[in-house]
Structure formats: C-alpha cells, structure tokens
T-cell receptor, first 112, second 113 residues
Framework: GNSVTQMEGPVTLSEEAFLTINCTYT??????LFWYVQYPGEGLQLLLK?????DKGSNKGFEATYRKETTSFHLEKGSVQVSDSAVYFC???????????FGTGTSLTVIP | KAGVTQTPRYLIKTRGQQVTLSCSPI?????VSWYQQTPGQGLQFLFE???????NKGNFPGRFSGRQFSNSRSEMNVSTLELGDSALYLC????????????FGAGTRLSVL
C-alpha cells in the first residue's frame, strides 16, 4: 500500500540554523511527492512538489529531492527564520486517482 | 481567484447531535477531498468527490458521509456525534483527477461536548 513516514518532532532550532526533516515513503508505482506547511490556525499550504525521480522541488529557500533509490523526499533549508515556525507535512499522491497520503507532521519552532 | 472556503470555522455540538460542514472549492476545481486532523492521528483521509460522485473513501464509520453538488460545492455530515469526533476538518480541492495539487481551506474546528 501507500504510506508516508516522517521524522518525529517537535524540532527546535535557532535562527539561521540548517534544517532537515526526513521523509520516506512506500508506494506502488511512481507517486508525486509534496511538502505542505501549516501555520497556526490555518489550513495546509503547498510548499513544494516533485513529480518524478531526481526532480528537485524548491520554494522560499526550502528544497527536497525525489530519491527513488532510497524512497525519500527529505526537506532542507540552509538558514531558517522565526517565520518558518510551523508544522510540516510530507505527502504522496498515488499514480491513479486523487488520494493523498500524509505523514504525521513535524512541528518546527525557530527561536531568535 | 478565491481560495477554498469552509464554513463554519468553529462549531460546538453535544454528543448524539449531527453536524453538517460546507466546503466551496476554488472556481473550476471538480475534485473535493475531506480530511480529519487530530493531534493523535494526524491527517486522515475521509473521502473524495469528483463530479458529484464519491471516488475514494477512507476508513471511517458510516456516520461520516458527504455529497457534492453540481457546482462542485461539497458538504460533509457526521451523525450521532461522539467525543472522539472533535477535530479540525479540512477540505481540499483540485482541478481534476490524477496527481494534482490539493489546495486546502482553513478548516472547520468541531468540538463535541
């Protein structure tokens, strides 16, 4: 079946630190992979996506590379800001249909 | 273009009651999905509607139901509410089938007392 496993949180970093949030997946076929972000009191917003192996998604300084050989899609940012404090969700969309599978979310707090 | 709109934003109900939540997708989007978000279980998929037909269904009891209208607006209904139904209910829309991006609303926070 399809599933997503992501790094447990919470994660606390100092401003300008390097961020990695691990995400691995199990899927039949070749899914599309996504990172969503949820700020307090809001819904989920798409952060970045990748649709095939070796694709790199990037947005707002965040990056993630679709690694088929390790079934991973780790989220990275070189220098986090206080405004990056949020919950981050890794997700996959199966080859057919429109069902998304989400990880459990990783809470990030960035302190000044 | 307006985003996904969910109403109401907050609801308080008591056990045994029923509730209806509404979702208006982005104009032109035909697929609407519903999720339940709780601290313990994370995001769990409820169901997806496309062109007024339920296309996918998650593993929830029959008390959870939904429908989609011809204008793509969707409603979700929960009957005989239980304390464990307290959650943030999120709706997401996407343009069509396949591996499309899902755009989320702000959610309806349901509290069952």
């Amino acid at each position: 079946g399809n599933s997503v496993t992501q790094m447990e949180g919470p994660v606390t970093l100092s401003e300008e630190a390097f961020l990695t949030i691990n995400c691995t997946y199990t899927a039949t076929g070749y899914p599309s992979l996504f990172w969503y972000v949820q700020y307090p009191g809001e819904g989920l917003q798409l952060l970045l996506k990748a649709t095939k192996a070796d694709d790199k998604g990037s947005n707002k300084g965040f990056e993630a590379t679709y690694r088929k050989e390790t079934t991973s899609f780790h989220l990275e940012k070189g220098s986090v800001q206080v405004s990056d404090s949020a919950v981050y969700f890794c997700a996959l969309s199966a080859l057919t249909g429109n069902q998304f599978y989400f990880g459990t979310g990783t809470s990030l707090t960035v302190i000044p | 273009k307006a985003g996904v709109t969910q109403t109401p934003r907050y609801l308080i109900k008591t056990r045994g009651q029923q509730v209806t939540l509404s979702c208006s997708p982005i104009s032109g989007h035909r697929s609407v999905s519903w999720y339940q978000q709780t601290p313990g279980q994370g995001l769990q998929f409820l169901f997806e509607y496309f062109s007024e037909t339920q296309r996918n269904k998650g593993n929830f009891p029959g008390r959870f139901s939904g429908r989609q209208f011809s204008n793509s607006r969707s409603e979700m209904n929960v009957s005989t509410l239980e304390l464990g139904d307290s959650a943030l209910y999120l709706c997401a829309s996407s343009p069509a089938g396949g591996q499309n991006i899902q755009y989320f609303g702000a959610g309806t926070r349901l509290s069952v007392l």
